[in-house]
């Protein structure tokens, strides 16, 4: 694995500070039914590390003492952590928003039939991960089978609602390109997957296309191929500064599996920490009474990712 990191650092992008805070970011482990190449988490079957039951009870502490909006679930996959169950349930009566980041495939895992019951009973809105409409280019990219798995999946989850207008059922696909290049238009896009995704029956609400960010696993891959310089170089140019305004971190702030902080998923997988107090870590359980409105973000030449062309975030395109 070819870390990328020293390779961000040295950095022009633009200093940019909070908003206020709307959504905390979990995420509960980096294991995973699943291993990716895209993934910038590394995550895959073997990876142990998880979120403790006492960094659970910090997370939804903090739900009760700060005016967050939105809880955000990711992994791995997070559906595999033995809590996410009565989290989701607790999280439920603190928040108006419960976003499970999914890679659909976990609906068939064993141990995981009645997930999707679970997840429309609580009203939780579903991202899942779809990278393309063609079977061909999804196994390649995330292994062989996984296309008609995550049909089924989807059937599955339209038959309970989900998909079909009903914001408390929402159910959103990503889309993230199969190499080097930036996302096409998120509006064409999606009107091409709800014709295609229509042969199978199968309807959703909305597409985010997300650009693939220049670190671990995918990093790792531009390394051995010799493309990282030119990859960057196409974020560079792509730059558009009004996507500055829109940028995840403004609004969001990410926790990994220890329970420490950071400005963003990305900047977490980087081992960049929040700029707080010049510390070299931040625990989530040190901000109960903070607010961050107007702290400063740290910035590396990935963030280039979020701001070229349309825009990417955990959202999809920015304009």
Same mark, same amino acid.
């Given at each position: 694995?070819?870390? &990328?990191?020293?390779?961000?650092?040295?950095?022009?992008?633009?200093?940019?500070?909070?908003?206020?805070?709307? &959504?905390?970011?979990?995420?509960?482990?980096?294991?995973?039914?699943?291993?990716? %190449?895209? =993934?910038?988490?590394?995550?895959?079957?073997?990876?142990?590390?998880?979120?403790?039951?006492?960094?659970?009870?910090?997370?939804?502490?903090?739900? #009760?003492?700060?005016?967050?909006?939105?809880?955000?679930?990711?992994?791995?996959?997070?559906?595999?952590?033995?809590?996410?169950?009565?989290?989701?349930? #607790?999280?439920?009566?603190?928040?108006?928003?419960?976003?499970?980041?999914?890679? $659909? &495939?976990?609906?068939?895992?064993?141990?995981?039939?009645?997930?999707?019951?679970? $997840?429309?009973?609580?009203?939780?809105?579903?991202?899942?991960?779809?990278?393309?409409?063609?079977?061909?280019? %999804?196994?390649?990219?995330?292994?062989?089978?996984?296309?008609?798995?995550?049909?089924?999946?989807?059937?599955?989850?339209?038959?309970?609602?989900?998909?079909?207008?009903?914001?408390?059922?929402?159910?959103?696909?990503?889309?993230?390109?199969?190499?080097?290049?930036?996302?096409?238009?998120?509006?064409?896009?999606?009107?091409? !997957?709800?014709?295609?995704?229509?042969?199978? +029956?199968?309807?959703?609400?909305?597409?985010?296309?997300?650009?693939?960010?220049?670190?671990?696993?995918?990093?790792?891959?531009?390394?051995?191929?010799?493309?990282?310089?030119?990859?960057?170089?196409?974020?560079?140019?792509?730059?558009?500064?009004?996507?500055? #305004?829109?940028?995840?971190?403004?609004?969001?702030?990410? *926790?990994?599996?220890?329970? !420490? *902080?950071?400005? =963003?998923?990305?900047? #977490?997988?980087?081992?960049?920490?929040?700029? !707080?107090?010049?510390?070299?870590?931040?625990?989530?359980?040190?901000?109960?009474? *903070?607010?961050?409105?107007?702290?400063?973000?740290?910035?590396?030449?990935?963030?280039?990712?979020? &701001?070229?062309?349309? +825009?990417?975030? =955990?959202?999809?395109?920015?304009?």
């Amino acid at each position: 694995m070819h870390e &990328t990191l020293h390779l961000l650092k040295q950095s022009d992008f633009p200093e940019i500070h909070r908003a206020r805070l709307e &959504t905390l970011q979990i995420n509960l482990g980096y294991r995973c039914n699943q291993t990716c %190449v895209h =993934c910038h988490v590394n995550a895959g079957p073997n990876r142990k590390e998880m979120m403790s039951s006492d960094t659970i009870n910090t997370v939804l502490g903090y739900l #009760q003492a700060r005016d967050v909006q939105v809880l955000d679930i990711t992994g791995g996959a997070p559906e595999l952590h033995p809590q996410f169950r009565s989290l989701v349930e #607790q999280a439920r009566g603190q928040v108006e928003r419960v976003i499970d980041r999914c890679n $659909l &495939t976990i609906l068939e895992e064993p141990g995981q039939e009645s997930l999707a019951q679970f $997840l429309a009973e609580q009203h939780v809105e579903i991202v899942a991960s779809l990278p393309c409409y063609l079977e061909e280019n %999804v196994d390649r990219q995330r292994g062989k089978g996984v296309f008609q798995k995550s049909i089924r999946a989807l059937q599955r989850l339209n038959a309970l609602g989900y998909g079909t207008g009903d914001a408390r059922l929402s159910l959103t696909l990503v889309y993230n390109p199969q190499g080097p290049d930036l996302p096409p238009s998120q509006e064409g896009l999606e009107r091409d !997957y709800h014709e295609f995704l229509l042969k199978y +029956g199968v309807r959703f609400d909305h597409l985010f296309t997300i650009t693939n960010m220049p670190i671990k696993r995918f990093g790792s891959m531009l390394v051995s191929q010799g493309k990282f310089d030119e990859y960057m170089q196409l974020l560079r140019d792509s730059y558009c500064e009004k996507n500055l #305004q829109a940028v995840m971190c403004r609004s969001l702030i990410s *926790v990994d599996w220890r329970g !420490y *902080v950071y400005d =963003c998923d990305f900047n #977490q997988m980087l081992g960049l920490p929040l700029p !707080y107090h010049n510390q070299v870590r931040t625990h989530l359980s040190e901000l109960m009474s *903070v607010d961050l409105e107007g702290s400063e973000i740290a910035v590396a030449d990935h963030c280039y990712g979020c &701001t070229a062309g349309q +825009g990417s975030s =955990c959202g999809g395109s920015l304009s």
